[in-house]
């Protein structure tokens, strides 16, 4: 149980588009979804935090604007990337919890963005 | 000082040999204790949950927690060179969703 499936797991794309990230929880509802942001290397940064049917709320320094944020169902979260530039390439993994607090958090596979 | 200190590695060990991972931490507010294991260019899949303190045991891993030390361990018995990964453990405090994670140590098991 507790499977996320996170897709595309690549993308490789021109500066200047958009990038959509989907991030489904399959066998559970998910309140909170968390996108996180991993460079070589290095640990998890989390980006943002996400409540089914409210904004999202993002960490200090990461771009709202830039990073966009959608949780319309208990299943589904989206991170679109807009107008990607080269210094957005980067691992991105989104992970879901249930409804309870103090449940872990799982994660999908990861998405490497590549931005050409 | 960070909230959560763990040794980044690499730690090499021989197959069937017993590893211990340890991350200590600051704030004494948190109650919940995870690890996790990421293998390259994959998500952190869940290995251990406990909550306060105490021990847990899950197959060839062992979880402990040491709330008066602020330490917690993960210990892999009969390691195989299937472990070998990044390990992350990562806490939480009662009433937030939000983990802290330590740095994650790289483990190499060598057949």
């Known amino acids: 149980g507790a499977v996320v499936s996170q897709h595309p797991s690549r993308v490789i794309c021109k500066s200047g588009t958009s990038v959509k990230i989907e991030c489904r929880s399959l066998d559970f509802q998910a309140t909170t979804m968390f996108w996180y942001r991993q460079f070589p290397k290095q640990s998890l940064m989390l980006m943002a935090t996400?409540?089914?049917?409210?904004?999202?709320?993002?960490e200090q320094g990461v771009e709202k604007d830039k990073f966009l944020i959608n949780h319309a169902s208990l299943t589904l979260s989206t991170l679109t990337v807009t107008s990607a530039h080269p210094e957005d390439s980067s691992f991105y993994i989104c992970?879901?919890?249930?409804?309870?607090?103090?449940?872990?958090?799982?994660f999908g596979d990861g998405t490497r963005l590549s931005i050409l | 000082q960070k909230e959560v200190e763990q040794d980044p590695g690499p730690l090499s060990v021989p197959e069937g040999a017993i590893v211990s991972l340890n991350c200590t931490y600051s704030n004494s507010a948190f109650q919940y204790f995870m690890w996790y294991r990421q293998y390259s260019r994959k998500g952190p899949e869940l290995l251990m949950y406990?909550?306060?303190?105490g021990n847990k045991e899950d197959g060839r891993f062992t979880a402990q927690v040491d709330k008066s030390s602020k330490y917690i361990s993960l210990f892999i018995r009969d390691s195989q060179p299937s472990d070998s990964a990044t390990y992350l453990c990562a806490m939480s405090a009662p009433g937030t969703y939000k983990y802290i994670f330590g740095t994650g140590t790289r483990l190499k098991v060598l057949a």
């Open positions: 406990t909550y306060s303190s």
């Open positions: 992970s879901a919890s249930g409804t309870i607090v103090g449940q872990p958090q799982h």
């Open positions: 996400s409540n089914e049917g409210s904004k999202a709320t993002y």
